[in-house]
């Protein structure tokens, strides 16, 4: 009786590497995208992932895997292949996987689940610190209700410039005057007109932000979302290539918990983008005649107490002061002032953000 060869992982690795996934246009092992190999006889089971789930894409990559099995290891092999979608798995935002964007470390969400809590200026200062301390920054603010990024940089009157890059034209990003390249819903129409922007075309318009702009090599890419949780922004957060997200509050109840929807939506099994922490904005008033003085208006370690309820970090608790609104209104993220407790405090919580990515064996840089 002759004895059947085994098969062996390294067969199924070089069968599997004849199939292309098509969005990333790298094979299914070198993208690394094959995982859980078990082998017995000739039953060869398997995880794939998916970066396109729509069912005619699955059944192709399936049936190309089979194929592939069976003309390089052996005519009688059976397939046991489980989909899961791409985004399930952690490494999956690694830059080198990303179609787009390959040259950007890292790319940070933030969100707010309610509007007006400060979400755009805890970014505009995030982008600002992270600059400060020496790294590369972009921002996308797809902001679609309210894009407020031009004003808060001061490049109100300025557009995107266009660029030929091996052979496709793209657009580059305008740069403020402290060095954070940015792109804004706001340069391709007016505010007014903005609040218009639903579902698909605003999907569209970002996906434009992350495809036909030419960013060059970013440590961080922030990307300011429109506040709440709705259809918009699920489809927005599970288009964009994000190694995390952050979410905005502030500290009363009624924030709360539409700061809870937020996390929760990072953390849907189909989204699953690590929650790098919750910040607590307009924490406590500061007059500005009296610096030592700190009130408590909208209650106290609100955002705080979320935070250790939902087991994710608390990055920083900025205080509500007058100089921060009128440096956003001026163009200048307060982040950037002299020796204030805005300032500080703002800074704090920049270095939380690139501490925490780096605890979470996140960082690139
Ligand atoms: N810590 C703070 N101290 C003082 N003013 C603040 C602070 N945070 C935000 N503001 C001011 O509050 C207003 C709303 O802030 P911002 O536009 O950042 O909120 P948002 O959550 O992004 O709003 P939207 O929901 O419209 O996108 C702005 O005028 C801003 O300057």
């Given at each position: 009786?002759?004895?059947?060869?085994?098969i062996?992982e390294?067969?199924?690795?070089?069968?599997?590497?004849?199939?292309?996934?098509?969005?990333?246009?790298?094979?299914?092992?070198?993208?690394n995208?094959?995982?859980?190999?078990?082998?017995?006889?000739?039953?060869?089971a398997?995880?794939?992932?998916?970066?396109?789930?729509?069912?005619?894409?699955?059944?192709?990559i399936?049936?190309?895997?089979?194929?592939?099995?069976?003309?390089?290891?052996?005519?009688d092999?059976?397939?046991?292949?489980?989909?899961k979608?791409?985004?399930?798995?952690?490494?999956?935002?690694?830059?080198?996987?990303?179609k787009h964007?390959?040259?950007?470390?890292?790319v940070?969400?933030?969100?707010?689940?309610?509007?007006?809590?400060?979400?755009?200026t805890?970014?505009?200062?995030?982008?600002?610190g992270?600059?400060?301390k020496?790294?590369?920054?972009?921002?996308?603010?797809?902001?679609?209700?309210?894009p407020s990024?031009?004003?808060m940089?001061d490049?109100?009157h300025d557009?995107p410039g266009?660029?030929?890059?091996?052979g496709r034209?793209m657009?580059?990003?305008?740069?403020s005057?402290?060095?954070v390249?940015?792109?804004?819903?706001?340069?391709?129409?007016d505010?007014?007109?903005?609040?218009?922007w639903?579902?698909?075309?605003?999907?569209?318009?970002?996906?434009?932000m992350?495809q036909?702009?030419h960013?060059?090599?970013?440590?961080?890419?922030?990307?300011?979302?429109p506040?709440?949780?709705?259809?918009?922004?699920?489809?927005?957060?599970?288009?964009?290539?994000?190694?995390?997200a952050?979410?905005?509050s502030t500290p009363?109840?009624v924030?709360?918990s539409?700061?809870k929807?937020?996390?929760s939506?990072?953390?849907?099994?189909?989204?699953?983008?690590?929650?790098?922490?919750?910040?607590?904005?307009?924490?406590?008033?500061?007059?500005?005649?009296?610096?030592?003085k700190?009130?408590?208006?909208?209650?106290?370690?609100?955002?705080?107490?979320?935070?250790?309820?939902?087991?994710?970090?608390?990055?920083g608790?900025i205080p509500?002061v007058?100089?921060?609104?009128?440096?956003?209104?001026?163009g200048?993220?307060?982040?950037l002032q002299?020796?204030t407790?805005?300032?500080?405090?703002?800074?704090?919580?920049?270095?939380?953000?690139?501490?925490?990515?780096?605890e979470k064996k996140m960082s690139k840089?």
């Amino acid at each position: 009786m002759s004895q059947k060869k085994m098969i062996t992982e390294e067969q199924v690795k070089e069968g599997l590497s004849y199939v292309i996934e098509p969005d990333l246009k790298k094979n299914l092992i070198e993208a690394n995208l094959v995982s859980d190999i078990k082998i017995e006889g000739n039953n060869v089971a398997f995880v794939l992932r998916v970066n396109n789930p729509a069912m005619h894409n699955r059944k192709r990559i399936v049936d190309a895997c089979e194929h592939y099995l069976k003309q390089h290891v052996s005519e009688d092999i059976d397939a046991h292949i489980e989909v899961k979608p791409l985004s399930e798995k952690p490494n999956d935002r690694e830059p080198e996987q990303r179609k787009h964007m390959s040259k950007v470390k890292h790319v940070v969400a933030v969100a707010s689940g309610k509007g007006g809590v400060g979400k755009s200026t805890v970014t505009a200062n995030l982008a600002a610190g992270l600059v400060k301390k020496g790294y590369k920054v972009g921002l996308i603010d797809a902001d679609i209700y309210g894009p407020s990024m031009p004003m808060m940089f001061d490049v109100v009157h300025d557009k995107p410039g266009v660029v030929e890059v091996d052979g496709r034209r793209m657009m580059t990003p305008v740069e403020s005057p402290w060095g954070v390249k940015m792109i804004s819903i706001g340069f391709f129409a007016d505010p007014e007109q903005a609040v218009v922007w639903r579902g698909p075309m605003a999907t569209k318009a970002l996906q434009q932000m992350f495809q036909d702009v030419h960013w060059g090599d970013l440590d961080y890419m922030l990307i300011d979302l429109p506040p709440g949780t709705g259809d918009v922004h699920l489809t927005l957060v599970n288009e964009a290539p994000l190694t995390g997200a952050i979410v905005v509050s502030t500290p009363q109840a009624v924030a709360l918990s539409d700061a809870k929807k937020g996390v929760s939506m990072f953390q849907l099994e189909n989204i699953n983008v690590p929650v790098l922490g919750i910040v607590e904005n307009m924490s406590y008033f500061v007059p500005e005649d009296a610096p030592d003085k700190r009130y408590h208006i909208f209650g106290k370690d609100g955002a705080k107490n979320l935070a250790e309820d939902l087991n994710v970090n608390l990055l920083g608790q900025i205080p509500l002061v007058q100089s921060i609104r009128e440096a956003s209104d001026a163009g200048r993220p307060a982040v950037l002032q002299g020796d204030t407790i805005q300032a500080r405090e703002l800074m704090k919580f920049t270095e939380e953000v690139v501490r925490t990515l780096q605890e979470k064996k996140m960082s690139k840089v």
